[in-house]
């Protein structure tokens, strides 16, 4: 449903990208998950390697569900894209960006 203003709307986001400074957001959905069912967010540099976004943000937040073994996650997407992450590689090389969308199965 769309919505109808009755003024023009110009304000600027409230979460776009420069108030961040070398953060960004990122959106992170195990898909196929009863237990979660929507995106969480994190903020994390944008040179943050896998290794440590996956270890201090992923698994922490999805061991809240106790079917959660953090050496099977697969299927890593980002933005709908398949990636094949190295614990090296960084965010921005993944092609992670500001409100980026990761999704993984298990």
Same mark, same amino acid.
């Given at each position: 449903?769309?919505?109808?203003?009755?003024?023009?709307? $110009?304000?600027?986001?409230?979460?776009?990208?420069?108030?961040?400074?070398?953060?960004?957001?990122?959106?992170?959905?195990?898909?196929?998950?009863?237990?979660?069912?929507?995106?969480?967010?994190? /903020?994390? %540099? /944008?040179?943050?390697?896998?290794?440590?976004?996956?270890?201090?943000?992923?698994?922490?937040?999805?061991?809240? $569900?106790?079917?959660?073994?953090?050496?099977? %996650?697969?299927?890593?997407?980002? $933005?709908?894209?398949?990636?094949? %992450? /190295? %614990?090296?590689?960084?965010?921005?090389?993944?092609?992670?960006?500001?409100?980026?969308?990761?999704?993984? /199965?298990?």
């Amino acid at each position: 449903m769309s919505v109808r203003a009755i003024a023009p709307y $110009d304000f600027p986001s409230s979460s776009r990208q420069e108030l961040y400074g070398d953060d960004q957001l990122v959106h992170v959905l195990w898909e196929g998950n009863m237990m979660f069912c929507s995106a969480a967010t994190f /903020r994390a %540099p /944008r040179e943050m390697s896998w290794g440590d976004f996956k270890a201090q943000m992923v698994d922490p937040w999805a061991a809240s $569900d106790p079917d959660y073994d953090p050496r099977c %996650p697969g299927g890593w997407r980002v $933005d709908g894209v398949e990636v094949s %992450p /190295r %614990p090296d590689q960084t965010l921005g090389g993944l092609g992670v960006g500001h409100k980026s969308l990761i999704t993984f /199965r298990i």
